[in-house]
């Protein structure tokens, strides 16, 4: 790859893809209607689906609907988009149903205490996920995994091997579909799993707007109070934990930032870790991802729109973040540098270890070491970005993230300052 191309000049569907897109395509040109989704039909359906029609406390319909309409009159979706759209909602109506049915089966769920979770907050991109992926290797602690959060039900062991295996069909199939994502984010089925699809099920959740240009529906979505979200997101966690549980949860999601107070009133005793990274390599990083996301169910992507959005949506959230975060007693938060992260995650994982007062055994310790070394030499050179390519002012970009950087001493420019403070984290 010539050293001046990015991942994201590089991504483009595959053959078999682009195919099956341009039939759709023709179709429409054609006039040939297409079948609009319908929260009432998809609703009907899953309950024929599943012989079940008990979805549980809390509204969902709204969201639901919001979501759809969205989708069909802004995503311009392609066809995999569609069909994907209208999979994807199916199995989250089905999973909301069948875990009401257990919750109802098992009464020990409803009685599961989540205590002292610790939440991986930061930048998007500012390496929480490899942070997730370390501290999931101790056996004190739990965290939800793909396969589990995507067929959580039964809560039990019962046909685990395969659920693993239906999980890592569908990991397969998204990797075939969008190939360059692998370089960008890790996609598997026994990996640790972000809290935004905890949420999904409320309809109030991050991921769908990670998936799809949602602009409605996100406007919708910034304005609800988050608390049905996290209640649930609270419910999930109880079904994983019958099955395997462990002394504390690990958890992880940088949209946390946007909601600390509501949070913070469901889980009243949460430890944090917040992972700092230089403002403007981070937005690069998300808004390269997202663009490649959104390419795999829409043809119509425009880069530099998923970067506004990316610079307004974290700049606000990490002002709102800073400003609530006092009320967080210093020994239930941890910073951690995205440089320190990167040239010595150890280091990283002892800091937060001390910070907490936790032991982390030699035996632990090796398995983090050996997870690391199987991890690709330029794994950091997989995924290569450059701002400019997003159309952003600099400056007046950088001036949003400024207050942020004077208080944690980052650089607040591009990647060509952004290791200026390697090793060293400075709190103002």
Not at 147 to 160: F, H, L, R
Request: hydrophobic content about 40%; overall charge positive; proline content about 6%.
């Amino acid at each position: 790859m010539n050293s001046s191309t990015t991942t994201l000049d590089q991504t483009r569907p595959i053959l078999p893809v682009r195919l099956l897109n341009g039939c759709r395509s023709l179709l429409d040109k054609g006039r040939i209607p297409r079948t609009p989704i319908r929260a009432v039909d998809l609703i009907k359906t899953a309950k024929r689906r599943c012989g079940l029609d008990d979805f549980g406390g809390g509204d969902f319909f709204e969201g639901l609907s919001r979501l759809i309409d969205s989708c069909q009159r802004e995503s311009q979706l392609n066809l995999i988009g569609r069909i994907v759209l209208r999979a994807d909602l199916m199995r989250t109506l089905c999973s909301r149903l069948f875990m009401q049915r257990d919750r109802k089966a098992h009464p020990g769920i409803a009685r599961q205490e989540i205590r002292d979770p610790l939440f991986i907050v930061g930048l998007p991109r500012s390496g929480t996920t490899l942070l997730h992926t370390l501290l999931a290797l101790d056996p004190e602690h739990r965290v939800p995994l793909t396969w589990e959060v995507m067929t959580p039900s039964p809560p039990t062991g019962d046909n685990e091997k395969r659920r693993i295996q239906r999980a890592i069909s569908s990991c397969n199939c998204f990797n075939w579909l969008a190939p360059t994502f692998r370089q960008v984010h890790p996609v598997g089925a026994e990996l640790p799993q972000e809290c935004v699809s905890l949420m999904a099920p409320t309809f109030m959740s991050d991921q769908f707007d990670a998936m799809y240009y949602v602009p409605s529906y996100r406007a919708w979505f910034f304005r609800q109070d988050l608390r049905p979200a996290y209640e649930y997101h609270r419910r999930f966690l109880q079904h994983l934990q019958v099955r395997r549980c462990a002394r504390r949860w690990v958890l992880k999601a940088p949209t946390h930032m946007f909601a600390l107070p509501t949070l913070l009133d469901v889980y009243p005793d949460a430890l944090f870790v917040q992972t700092h990274r230089a403002p403007l390599d981070a937005m690069a990083s998300v808004s390269s991802l997202i663009t490649i996301l959104r390419r795999v169910f829409s043809d119509a992507v425009d880069p530099q729109t998923v970067c506004r959005e990316a610079i307004d949506y974290w700049s606000k959230t990490l002002d709102r973040f800073l400003q609530e975060r006092g009320r967080l007693a210093e020994h239930r938060i941890c910073d951690v540098n995205y440089v320190e992260i990167r040239h010595d995650p150890l280091v990283a994982v002892r800091r937060i270890y001390a910070h907490f007062g936790w032991s982390l055994s030699q035996k632990v310790e090796q398995r983090m070491r050996r997870a690391l070394a199987s991890r690709p030499e330029d794994r950091y050179k997989l995924h290569r970005y450059d701002l400019s390519q997003f159309g952003v002012q600099e400056a007046e970009s950088a001036a949003r993230f400024a207050a942020y950087c004077d208080r944690f001493g980052l650089a607040v420019g591009r990647k060509r300052t952004s290791s200026a403070r390697a090793g060293k984290f400075v709190k103002r």
